[in-house]
């Protein structure tokens, strides 16, 4: 682990999850509107970013907009977005291709500045937690850098018990306090979705703070006040 860890403030959390596409970007969102309705300040954080859209001001990643939409501390994109890449691959193959290397120590610094700023920095890692980032190091690694307690967004999808408790694993293999867990119901025709639900609240190291039920449109707002979240705001 990086010697910056112990000198971050700890004021946040990492959010990671089983697989790319399970609902990393709505779970950071619900929770900067939930604690910013518990009257904290708090800003979004997405370190590494893969594949933008076009706008009328350019090119754009629609995870970071969403991020930076529901914070209530306005910072650089450079700051809450350190490295963006335009294909949608895998990030190191991305870097790779734009001739950079992600530097998890510059992520830990500019973090380092958001966390000053505000009382909870929510930071959404890339893919699963265990991501390649460049030819030696993983998102693993950079939860550690930060030394954040880690939200696993779990998409309730068949295969998911093997991926949630694999991954619940590797946190605590890293060091890592898992703050919690939230199941996200991403596949409406899961059958016995409950029960799946039910055996990982057997067997998960951390709480479950909350079931996303399936929406074409899910919207973070109402996402948030079906979280647990006055515990983590104390813990934050």
């Known amino acids: 682990m990086s010697p910056l860890a112990s000198r971050l403030s700890p004021r946040g959390f990492f959010v990671t999850g089983t697989d790319t596409g399970v609902g990393k970007t709505l779970v950071s969102c619900a929770l900067l509107y939930g604690f910013a309705a518990l009257g904290k300040s708090v800003i979004g954080m997405k370190p590494v970013a893969c594949g933008v859209v076009r706008s009328a001001t350019g090119l754009v990643n629609e995870d970071v907009a ?87 967004v779990v998409g ?47 067997r998960m190291a951390g709480p479950l703070l909350g079931v996303i039920e399936f929406a074409t449109a899910p919207d973070p707002r109402r996402v948030a006040v079906q979280l647990a979240l006055p515990n983590l705001a104390r813990s934050s």
Do not use: K
Request: proline content about 6%.
């Open 66 to 152: 969403l991020l930076r939409a529901a914070g209530n501390v306005e910072a650089p994109l450079s700051l809450v977005n350190p490295y963006c890449f335009e294909p949608p691959i895998a990030p190191h193959l991305a870097a790779e291709q734009a001739g950079v290397t992600i530097d998890l120590t510059h992520i830990a610094q500019v973090f380092e500045r958001l966390a000053a700023a505000a009382d909870v920095v929510v930071v959404e890692g890339v893919g699963g937690f265990c991501v390649p980032l460049n030819h030696s190091e993983d998102s693993a690694e950079l939860a550690q850098y930060l030394g954040l307690p880690v939200i696993l």
């Open 156 to 202: 309730m999808r068949l295969g998911c018990l093997n991926h949630a408790l694999l991954t619940a694993h590797a946190i605590r293999a890293r060091g890592l306090r898992l703050a919690g867990w939230i199941a996200n119901r991403i596949d409406p025709a899961m059958e016995v979705a409950e029960r799946n639900v039910a055996a990982l609240a057997e």
